[in-house]
Structure formats: structure tokens, C-alpha cells
């Protein structure tokens, strides 16, 4: 966090980029509009409720859906990812962790497969095998699991912070330019929380990753990010560094929910719900 | 002294594997809780809290089996009891549950206000439709929550509106002792103090008597409850109010939870979180000696040597480790510098 912003490229930026299902009396507009500017080795949180348009937001940048209006810009140029190859490659430089461990992983494969996949996709196909299990072993303890006991395991063997963290482990090995992070806390424990939050800052410093957060807790967010973007019903209404917008919100949405999250050292405030 | 709700000495009880193996998911856990006070439950996943949650109630169906101790609600022993009689008779109106996933609970098919005649036809089946709607529309009043969500289906409801209608009919009928099971872990910070609020309010009027809150949030515990008990391994390591939880704790793996804890207040995005390493113990074979000892970076080889007890330090206070109190404080003060 020491290097200041002006000096950092910009890795992922928007403009106008807008979301719109249906059509008609039917229609929803759940991005509206919005502009940002992400950039290299940030960690940057996009903070709403339920129902704002956050997942929307995450999968336009993912790529998964496209996007109605506005641009988005990958590191400078026009995002192209147009047919199936393009969109291979890009996935290569963007790659995400949901909400939900248990339902990340093909269960009938094994975790041996799930780290191999990566190795495959970052083009160590073929190196010797006993060279990618030392770079698997090595992605394993970087998330403080063993591969020697992961070996011939499925993933619904292992609890869900367990497979939160081989999750972190895959991204590890594959070294994205950014991570999109969907929630990855709300399913495990507190406990397991600070461990996750702490490998992924670690991730940040070793590979100099973009790191987009999506999630509703506030209290995260201040804790963990240099930018944080206050969505709701799909538009930005506020944004700026962590300490700013959270310890000095001025949008009122951002009051009420920072209000919202019980406090420790002041008076949670019941009342105004 | 205020009317105990809820003792509980000595309860042990234990999941049977299919392969015949005894799980002690809660061992030898006392507590007590007396009238309009709140009890706070803290552990990691796996700690055994939602075991306690359907030990207290009597809710012993395979693989869960009762081993020993006593449960006594308000001066009923209800432990050893038959499951289908704690049905009829305890469920609802002595004791009250809110599940996990209470919001997938309720079944699509059925309007809200079936729920509510199923739950007064259980211990009245005799009780006229006319009263139980009154009774419905009364209580749903009372709790600020809108009346046409009785005549809805599930589906119709919002996440958070559907946990309060959950919390609504599981306590129509006044429970002396109402368990919530981690009621919003799943809902957004919005919706999260709507349900807090509600479980408040509900206890300043009566309607509940006491409440065991279930969660791993411990600054939802600090604002909700009276006292935190700290759970690892299906033992209790400490107790203590909220308060002196939450800024003093004594056991090493309540201080490691505390330092998880993450709060928007001004001053504290620069405390460093700690992460207590490694996983809590297989339960099929747990540690000798302390429980926490394998994970604990203060422990010696008779942490690992001899079970330990809990001591009682302070009014209402104790805790599970070979270390006294004095020497913790000093240790802890020692790192802090």
C-alpha cells in the first residue's frame, strides 16, 4: 500500500458499462451505468446489499454475460473477447472464488485433478510429473495444507474453509492478473475468515494481483481494501480509499450501512431500522 | 436471585457412526441461564454448537444419542425423555428453535398462516381455526410485521422477512426457553439487524424468557447477548458477560477468536487479525489432556498429560486451562509491547 495510486497502471477500468435483462414493461436495469477504474495490485471491494447488482457487475467483468452498454478496458485497450479462444485466453488473466466452497468443485474429480487442470492451463503441461507435484506441494503450503494428505482425496472430503483455502491454492498456481473474490467469506467461519483474508493479501504482495472483493460486510471491507465502491440498486454512490468512505461516509445508503453492522466500541443503534 | 429458565449439569451426548464408532460431540457441558437474561454460544464450525442446540432440546433421533446428565427447564427434567413426547409436550411452549437454514424451512405449498394452526393444533387440537387467526394476527401486531404475510407463501417473501415469519411462529405460544440457531448468518447486514432487533424486543416484552443465540459473529454476541460461553471440541472453554469476553478474555483459543473480529469502527483497520492455526481435533479420537493443546502456541507437555477442569474465577466466570489467570494476563500483556 505504500506506492501511491498515480503510479499504479490501470488494469481494469469501465465506463458507462451497463447490464439490462429483459425487455418492455419487463425491463430491470440492474447495472446502471457505472464507471471505475481498477488497478494493478489493488484491493478493491464493491460493497451493496442484496439485490444491488454486485454479482451482475462481477460476471460483465468475468465475462460470462455480456455486457448491454459502456466499455471495459483491459489493461488500456478494449476488452475483446469475442469467440471462444479469446475468451480462454482472458480467463487466464481473470479468475474468481465464489460465495460457496461446496459448489465450486467437479465432485467426482479429484483435488490431484483440480490443481493439475491449472498447471495444464498455465502451459506446464509438459513438464515432468514430479516437477508438478513440487509445484503443487508448494501452492498446497503456501494455504497451510498438505498435498501428501490431499492426494487421492475428493473435494467434499474437506471442510469448507479447507476448501476455500484450495481454492486460494489454484489461484496460486495460476497467476492471474486479477482475482474476483464473490463473497468468499459469508459460508466459513470467523475464525477461517482471517485466515482467508490474510493469504489473500499475502497472494496481492507476492504477485502483484488485482484483487476485486464482492461482498455486503462493510466491516471487511474497511479492514481489507484500498478502494472501496458503495453499489446500490446498480449504481455507484460513492466511492474512494477505505478510510475516507467508511470512517467519513457522506451518501446517505453508505450511513445506513455502516449503521447497520454491529459495532464493538461504539453503541450499535437499534432503533433505526 | 432471578428464577433459573434452563440447568443443564454434566450433559454428554454422542452421534453412533455407521461404523459404530461414539462421537462425543458435547462433553460435559453445564450451564444455566436464569429469567430474561441471553446466553451467547461461540465456537469454530464443527464445535459442536448446533449438537448442544438439539441436545438441549431433547431432540434425540439417530445418529444423536443421549449419554448422560440433566436438563431441567424451569424445574421440569426433561432429559432421558422420550423424543415424541418432548414433541407434544416440550417443544414450542417450554422450549422454542430456530434452525440454520430456518428460511428454507418453510414448505412452498403451504400459506404461512397453516404453519401457524400446525404449531397450536400440536399442543391444542382442539383450539378453534378462529382463535389460532386472531392469536396470529395478534402476535404478528405485536412484532411489526405485516399481516398479509399470514395469508402468503413462502415463496412470496423476502430472505429476512421469511427468518422473521420463522422466528414469529416457532415462538407463538411464549417459550420459556427459545434456542436461535445462527437465525442470520445468512442475510445481509440490512435484514441481520431487522432479526436482531425483533429477538430484542421479544425479550423486553416477555414473550421469550431466555435465549441461547448461536453464532461464530462474536460482535453480533457482544450487542445481543448477556453472557458468551466459548465452545471448542464439544467442551465449554469459557464464560463470561459479553463484555469481559470480548475485551479480556483468559483462554488462549477465546483470545484467538477475538482477534478475529472485524468491526468499521475508526482505529482498528490497522489490528492485525490473527488466525488461530490448524483444525479443531476429529472428535472420534480427540486430544488427551486439553483439547486446544495441539493448536495452543502456549502449551507444554502436561497440557497434553491430564484432563483439565474448569475453574471458577470471578462471579460467573471460568475457564478450561492449566495456566492461572495472572499468568495469562502477564503473558498476553508481554506480546502486546
Redesign the interface.
Known amino acids: 500500500m505504500s506506492n501511491s495510486n498515480e503510479e499504479r497502471k490501470s488494469c481494469l477500468r469501465g465506463v458507462g458499462v451497463t447490464k439490462v435483462f429483459g425487455s418492455g414493461s419487463k425491463k430491470t436495469v440492474a447495472v446502471d451505468h457505472v464507471d471505475f477504474d481498477f488497478k494493478e495490485g489493488e484491493i478493491v471491494t464493491i460493497v451493496g446489499e442484496s439485490g444491488s447488482g454486485k454479482t451482475t457487475l462481477s460476471k460483465m467483468l468475468l465475462g460470462l454475460i455480456a455486457v448491454t452498454e459502456g466499455e471495459i478496458y483491459y489493461q488500456g485497450a478494449l476488452r475483446d473477447i469475442k469467440g471462444s479462444r479469446k475468451k480462454k485466453e482472458y480467463w487466464k488473466n481473470i479468475q474468481a472464488i465464489f460465495q460457496d466452497p461446496f459448489a465450486s468443485y467437479n465432485m467426482f474429480h479429484k483435488i490431484d485433478d483440480v490443481l493439475l487442470d491449472c498447471l495444464n492451463m498455465r502451459g506446464c503441461k509438459d513438464l515432468p510429473y514430479e516437477q508438478k507435484v513440487e509445484m503443487m506441494t508448494e501452492a498446497c503450503s503456501f494455504v497451510n495444507l498438505k498435498f501428501e494428505e490431499l492426494t487421492n482425496k475428493y473435494p467434499f472430503e474437506l471442510s469448507g474453509g479447507q476448501q476455500q483455502r484450495l481454492m486460494i491454492a489454484r489461484i496460486f498456481l495460476l497467476k492471474p492478473k486479477i482475482l474476483l473474490a464473490d463473497e468468499p467469506t459469508s459460508m466459513i467461519d470467523a475464525c477461517s475468515r482471517s485466515t482467508i483474508l490474510d493469504m489473500l493479501t499475502k497472494l496481492r504482495d507476492e504477485i502483484n494481483m488485482t484483487v476485486i472483493f464482492i461482498t455486503h460486510d462493510i466491516g471487511l471491507a474497511y479492514k481489507i481494501s484500498d478502494k472501496v465502491y458503495i453499489m446500490e440498486h446498480g449504481k455507484f454512490v460513492e466511492s474512494g480509499e477505505a478510510e475516507t468512505v467508511i470512517i467519513h461516509p457522506q451518501a446517505d445508503y453508505t450511513k445506513r450501512l455502516i449503521s447497520d453492522v454491529p459495532k464493538i466500541y461504539e453503541e450499535w443503534d437499534l432503533s433505526t431500522v | 436471585m432471578a428464577k433459573k429458565m434452563l440447568e443443564v449439569r454434566e450433559l454428554t451426548t454422542k452421534y453412533i457412526t455407521r461404523f459404530h464408532e461414539d462421537v462425543y460431540a458435547v462433553d460435559h457441558v453445564s450451564l444455566s441461564i436464569e429469567e430474561g437474561k441471553s446466553l451467547g454460544i461461540a465456537g469454530?464450525?464443527?464445535c459442536g454448537k448446533s449438537t448442544l442446540a438439539l441436545s438441549l432440546m431433547g431432540y434425540y433421533f439417530p445418529p444423536l444419542h443421549y449419554t448422560s446428565g440433566d436438563i431441567i427447564i424451569d424445574g421440569t427434567n426433561i432429559s432421558g425423555m422420550n423424543p415424541d413426547d418432548v414433541r407434544k409436550n416440550i417443544l414450542g411452549t417450554e422450549i422454542a428453535y430456530i434452525p440454520q437454514a430456518a428460511m428454507n424451512a418453510l414448505n412452498p405449498t403451504q400459506k404461512i398462516m397453516k404453519f401457524v394452526e400446525d404449531v397450536i393444533h400440536a399442543h391444542d387440537p382442539k383450539m378453534p381455526k378462529s382463535d389460532i387467526h386472531d392469536m396470529a394476527y395478534k402476535r404478528f401486531e405485536l412484532l411489526g410485521l405485516p399481516k398479509e404475510a399470514l395469508e402468503k407463501h413462502a415463496v412470496e417473501l423476502s430472505?429476512g422477512m421469511k427468518q422473521r415469519v420463522v422466528i414469529a411462529i416457532s415462538t407463538i405460544l411464549s417459550p420459556k426457553v427459545l434456542i436461535a440457531d445462527e437465525p442470520s448468518s445468512a442475510l445481509?447486514?440490512?435484514?441481520?439487524?431487522?432479526v436482531?432487533?425483533m429477538l430484542?424486543d421479544m425479550m423486553e416484552s416477555g414473550m421469550i424468557k431466555s435465549m441461547i443465540f448461536i453464532t461464530?459473529?462474536?460482535?453480533?454476541l457482544?450487542?445481543v447477548t448477556d453472557d458468551i460461553m466459548v465452545m471448542y471440541a464439544g467442551q465449554i472453554v469459557e464464560r463470561g458477560t459479553a463484555k469481559e469476553m470480548?475485551f479480556d478474555p483468559i483462554h488462549p483459543y477465546s483470545k484467538?477468536?477475538m482477534?478475529?473480529?472485524?468491526?468499521?469502527?475508526?482505529g482498528?483497520?490497522d489490528k492485525v487479525?490473527?488466525?488461530?492455526?490448524g483444525?479443531p481435533p476429529n472428535l472420534k479420537n480427540p486430544p488427551k489432556g486439553c483439547r486446544f493443546a495441539p493448536r495452543c502456541k502456549y502449551a507444554t507437555p502436561t497440557c497434553s498429560a491430564m484432563s483439565i477442569e474448569s475453574k471458577d474465577f470471578g462471579e460467573g466466570r471460568n475457564y478450561r486451562c492449566l495456566m492461572s489467570v495472572r499468568k495469562i494476563r502477564e503473558v498476553y500483556e508481554s506480546e502486546q509491547q
Do not use: C, F, W
Not at chain 2, 461464530?216 to 453480533?220: G, K, T
Not at chain 2, 482477534?259 to 469502527?265: A, T
Not at chain 2, 487479525?273 to 492455526?277: C, R, S, V
Open positions: 469454530e464450525s464443527g430472505g445481509d447486514v440490512t435484514s441481520q439487524k431487522m436482531i432487533k430484542r461464530h459473529e462474536l460482535p453480533l457482544y450487542n470480548v484467538g477468536l482477534g478475529s473480529i472485524i468491526v468499521p469502527e475508526e482498528t483497520r487479525l490473527t488466525a488461530i492455526p483444525t
